[in-house]
């Protein structure tokens, strides 16, 4: 058993692929060895701006010995008629290497077992590394030199160790050596002695390869850093996460701006620090600093002209958002509803503002359904696009809605209508936060479904990994918005009221699109059968929270193992394929009969899930009893379709809740 490790060094590398190349790395590793019958017992991939590092633990020394079953020509062909190898025969053998002690005959082919001698493990690298590592993917990879192979960045050097003793390979047209650099105000360039010293050597060169312990680093210096004025630092996970890759060795510096630019809204301060130069800003007692953290890549003690050459910069995007503030606020937000007129929404559908227009009408219907007051609702909706033909959002597009918001609040809006406009865009991920009011909920809905029909109606149908105007992520926001906020509105005839006003035919293919969406969301949580079958008596957009409570409930049932309760509704949706007329009283004449009936009585309409599903599991024994002692197929035709119609009025009972046919027990 021994250790691997390759480190590509490169140029500085984009951030935003790194994460990408760490995964796409390990999974590719894991593959190979995997394929090629290589032991080991883990893959570390690291990363820096400069470098992607494998390290593989555990590596077995070579390929396990094995043999090869050979399948050759039927036996008339591989042999003569004096039962000689023919030529054919011979040449099959021939071609694999083999001779005729290694041939057999079995059910009148001739086989031959072909032994494989295990390569070596440091050979099976050699010969494949190269290409394991162009398997990389991103976008705008480049060529460099006269080189046709592309890769993200230009490679200058590769460090290839099996345990301490260097493996020579190649890639491109660097050849791999022992030597790797630190970090660029350390050491240049030094040997690493093995694989087991490589990650504390370029701690010496001031570089921290593992991602992680660099991360946790700056969180630490960060925190210490704000401690030391008494403040807090905020960030997201997005911005620790590209700090972490835009550095080696993380140096927190301190750094302040005039106060004047507190005056303008702090989401405008925070976003121009955060977005622009990936700064972290300062609070203290909820309250935001005229400082800012910033994290450098240096080596060091001197820091003024670090702080000089940040504090700078700052000042200069700052005074561009107040300049754009100051002349946006000479009016109020709802003169610049007009403007989207010449904002094109999508070709086709005409502008922003028709499709504001739009809003309005479908965040109308909601709230009518919602039975909740609209005024607030209409105001929002009407205002909820006017800040995108503003200067400041023109300059930061990230702003949008939150500029909205507080444009309105300026302009005397009602707070709901202030709120509401900043959170129609939530949630702006997959993991961010749902809008907490109605308003926002609403507007929110509308804004998404008709996004959405829009982009269906263009025929751009999201595929692979295209997804245009984020159609994946507003679907996945209505669904979670209806659900946690158990909101009772019909999403299938929202998105009819859509194309009605749309004038558009591909309500359908929406409704399919939402579905799968909404199984692939909560298939997280609860098995596909279950999901497929809780949708499969009931339009799951038709009433989505009632779909997640039944879900719940058969999920729970199942896990009581009663299989029993299962096989008597697979049983009944055999026989019954199609609903059967009104049962006969009069006709049923054997206990067992009359005794089915009584018990489907007992199964009331208006019980809860969990009260059905204990109904169901009660009056089981007497459903078997029926089926052991009653002949459902009777000859007598008007007998048969009676017994047909209890079995069908018995089935509607399973089917409030699921299809249990969709079950894999």
Not at 375 to 382: G, K, Q, S, V
């Amino acid at each position: 058993m021994s250790k691997y490790l390759l480190e590509i060094g490169t140029e500085e590398l984009p951030y935003k692929f790194i994460p990408q190349a760490v995964k796409q790395l390990k999974t590719i590793f894991e593959s190979f060895l995997s394929s090629n019958q290589i032991g080991f017992e883990n893959i570390d991939v690291l990363a820096t701006p400069r470098r992607l590092a494998v390290i593989i633990s555990g590596l077995s020394d070579a390929q396990p010995d094995s043999e090869k079953i050979l399948k050759g020509p039927i036996k008339k062909i591989a042999y003569d008629e004096s039962g000689n190898l023919s030529k054919a025969g011979l040449g099959f053998l021939n071609k694999n290497g083999l001779t005729e002690k290694d041939a057999y005959l079995e059910n009148d082919y001739l086989y031959a077992k072909q032994f494989l001698k295990g390569k070596n493990t440091a050979q099976v690298i050699q010969e494949n590394v190269e290409s394991l590592v162009l398997k990389v993917q991103g976008s705008h990879f480049m060529r460099w030199s006269n080189h046709e192979v592309k890769f993200s960045r230009p490679i200058r050097w590769v460090v290839s160790l099996l345990g301490e003793n260097e493996l020579p390979v190649q890639i491109i047209d660097v050849k791999s050596s022992r030597t790797t650099r630190g970090h660029r105000f350390s050491k240049f360039e030094f040997k690493v002695n093995s694989v087991d010293s490589y990650i504390q050597q370029l701690k010496d060169a001031h570089v921290i390869v593992n991602q992680n312990e660099r991360r946790d680093l700056i969180v630490k210096l960060t925190k210490e850093k704000a401690d030391e004025i008494g403040a807090q630092a905020v960030y997201s996970d997005e911005l620790l996460e590209e700090v972490t890759y835009l550095c080696e060795y993380p140096v927190p510096v301190v750094c302040d701006f005039d106060a004047k630019y507190l005056s303008i809204p702090d989401e405008v301060t925070v976003t121009v620090m955060a977005s622009h130069q990936r700064y972290f800003a300062v609070y203290k007692d909820e309250k935001l600093l005229n400082k800012f953290i910033t994290i450098a890549n240096y080596v060091g003690n001197e820091f003024s002209n670090i702080k000089a050459g940040n504090e700078r910069v700052i000042v200069a995007r700052l005074d561009d958002a107040i300049f754009f503030f100051n002349e946006d606020t000479k009016k109020p937000l709802a003169d610049y509803v007009e403007n989207l007129k010449g904002v094109t929404f999508q070709k086709g559908l005409g502008s922003v503002y028709d499709k504001t227009q739009r809003i309005v009408e479908l965040s109308k219907y909601i709230a009518q359904k919602l039975n909740v007051n609209s005024d607030t609702i209409e105001r929002t909706a009407l205002l909820c696009k006017a800040d995108l033909t503003t200067q400041l959002v023109f300059e930061f597009t990230e702003l949008q809605g939150y500029i909205g918001a507080d444009y309105a609040k300026i302009s005397g809006e009602k707070p709901e209508v202030c709120e509401g406009i900043k959170e129609h865009y939530f949630p702006l991920s997959a993991e961010s936060e749902l809008a907490q009011t109605t308003e926002g909920q609403v507007v929110g809905i509308a804004d998404k479904v008709d996004t959405v029909s829009a982009v269906f109606m263009g025929g751009k149908i999201p595929t692979g990994s295209s997804d245009p105007l984020g159609v994946r992520r507003a679907a996945l926001g209505i669904i979670k918005t209806i659900i946690n906020k158990k909101l009772d509105l019909n999403l299938s005839d929202l998105i009819d009221r859509n194309f009605e006003i749309l004038n558009g035919d591909k309500a359908k293919e929406v409704k399919d699109f939402f579905i799968q969406r909404l199984i692939i969301f909560l298939n997280d949580t609860y098995k596909k059968d279950v999901l497929e079958a809780c949708s499969a008596v009931k339009n799951p957009l038709e009433n989505l929270c009632d779909y997640v409570k039944r879900t719940q409930v058969l999920t729970e049932f199942l896990e009581t193992k009663n299989n029993d309760v299962i096989e008597s509704a697979n049983r009944i949706s055999r026989l019954v394929k199609q609903s059967v007329d009104k049962i006969d009283e009069s006709m049923l004449k054997l206990e067992e009969e009359k005794n089915l009936f009584d018990a489907i009585k007992s199964v009331k309409d208006d019980l809860s899930y969990e009260d059905l599903v204990s109904k169901l599991v009660e009056i089981n024994p007497v459903i078997v009893n029926f089926f052991d002692k009653v002949l459902v197929m009777d000859k007598d035709e008007n007998i048969k379709n009676n017994r047909l119609a209890l079995l069908s009025a018995l089935k509607n009972k399973y089917q409030t809740l699921a299809d249990f046919s969709h079950l894999q027990i």
